[in-house]
Structure formats: structure tokens, C-alpha cells
Antibody, heavy 120, light 107 residues
């Protein structure tokens, strides 16, 4: 069955970098668009970035554009989120997600999330 | 960006009640709207996509309706397991945006 397992979260100082990984199983990341979605403690959901199945583009929320980079390694069936110049407001649980098979960018599978805390 | 407004923000119905949650978009979505359920400490779970299509494995007491800018999630008979926060999400345009959530508790 489909499984998404995030790793790489932790406590990091403002201005530093962190790389999140998402190991996928039960499907190939080459066949689906994949997204990162985050949720600040006690808050709602915020979409962060998308990489489509064919990597013809990458799209980012304005709040992370120029600082975060989404990528994938099909040979490892893994997606990544490189986060640079981290700010306190980037503190959140980061979810790796897979887009549904029907038309459009709805999300049919979510990982368990990895917590990123940006603090000095 | 498309703004998504959910109402109410909290609900306290009784078991067996019919529950309705509304989601309004700042511009037309056609039918490109999804609903998710999130239980405390867990990741969200897809309930409905394309406004009214029930995701496989989701109980039939959940249904969605609407088109354009106004959408509804209905739970026909609330069960104790339905205690959760519910979010709508538009996928008509990037950036994808979510509603602020509706917390459903049992009275």
C-alpha cells in the first residue's frame, strides 16, 4: 500500500538550512505529482511546493519562494525539500503528500509529518 | 491568491445529528474542491474531491456538494469517530489554498 515517510526535521537556528526527505513506497514518485504541505502548531494547513510527475515545472508558495527547493530522486523513490535561510515562521509540521490520480491537485495520501522548529 | 472561508469555525452537535460545513471561495473554482478530515495528532485524510466525489473507503454518511464559489460538506448522522477538524482546499489555481478549518466536537 502507499506509504510516505518523512525525515530530517529538528531544531535549527534562524538563517540556517535543513533538508527534509520523503521516502515513498507502494508507488513510483515518477508517476505522480508530489507536494509539501505544512502546519504550524495549532494552526491550519499551508501548501508549500509541488513537483509534477514529469518535472516540467516546480511551483512554490510566495512565503518560501527563493529559499526552498523541491526535488526528487526517482532511483531512490524519494522526494526532498531543501530549506535555506530559515525563519521562525517556518516552524511547522511538514507533510509529504501525493496528488490524487483523478484530474487536479487534490491530495490523496499524506505522510505522518516531520516537525521543524526554527529557534535560537 | 484564492481565499477560502469556512463556517462555522466550531460545531458542537450531538451523536446522530446532521452536520453541515460551508466553504466559500473568493473566485470560481468550478468543481475543483476537496475536503479533508484531521484528527488530533494525525495527518489529514481525504474525504471528498471534485466537490462531490467520495474517496474510496470513506463512509457514505459523508457527502459534498456545490459548484463555483460555494460548497458544502455534510455528515448525515454524526458518529463519535467523526470528532475532528475539517478543511476544504481549492485546486483550481496555484497556490493551493485551504480553509481555516471547522472543529467538530460532540455535545
Amino acid at each position: 500500500q502507499v506509504q510516505l515517510v518523512e525525515s530530517g526535521g529538528g531544531v535549527v537556528q534562524p538563517g540556517r538550512s535543513l533538508r527534509l526527505s520523503c521516502a515513498a513506497s507502494g508507488f513510483s514518485v515518477s508517476n505522480y505529482a508530489m507536494h509539501w504541505v505544512r502546519q504550524s502548531p495549532g494552526k491550519g494547513l499551508e501548501w508549500v511546493a509541488v513537483i509534477p510527475y514529469d518535472e516540467t515545472y516546480k511551483n512554490y508558495a510566495d512565503s518560501v519562494k527563493g529559499r526552498f527547493t523541491i526535488s526528487r530522486d526517482s532511483s531512490k523513490n524519494t522526494m526532498y525539500l531543501q530549506m535555506n535561510s530559515l525563519k521562525r515562521e517556518d516552524s511547522a509540521v511538514y507533510y509529504c503528500t501525493r496528488e490524487g490520480a483523478d484530474t487536479g491537485s487534490y491530495i490523496d495520501h499524506w505522510g505522518q509529518g516531520t516537525l521543524v522548529t526554527v529557534s535560537s | 491568491d484564492i481565499q477560502m472561508t469556512q463556517s462555522p469555525s466550531t460545531l458542537s452537535p450531538s451523536v446522530g445529528d446532521r452536520v453541515t460545513i460551508t466553504c466559500r471561495a473568493s473566485q470560481s473554482l468550478n468543481s475543483w474542491l476537496a475536503w479533508y478530515q484531521q484528527k488530533p495528532g494525525k495527518a489529514p485524510n481525504l474525504l471528498i474531491y471534485k466537490a462531490s466525489r467520495l474517496e474510496s473507503g470513506v463512509p457514505s454518511r459523508f457527502s459534498g456538494s456545490g459548484f463555483g464559489t460555494e460548497f458544502t460538506l455534510t455528515i448525515s448522522s454524526l458518529q463519535p469517530d467523526d470528532v475532528a477538524t475539517y478543511y476544504c482546499q481549492q485546486y483550481n489555481h496555484y497556490p493551493l489554498t485551504f480553509g481555516g478549518g471547522t472543529k467538530v466536537e460532540i455535545k
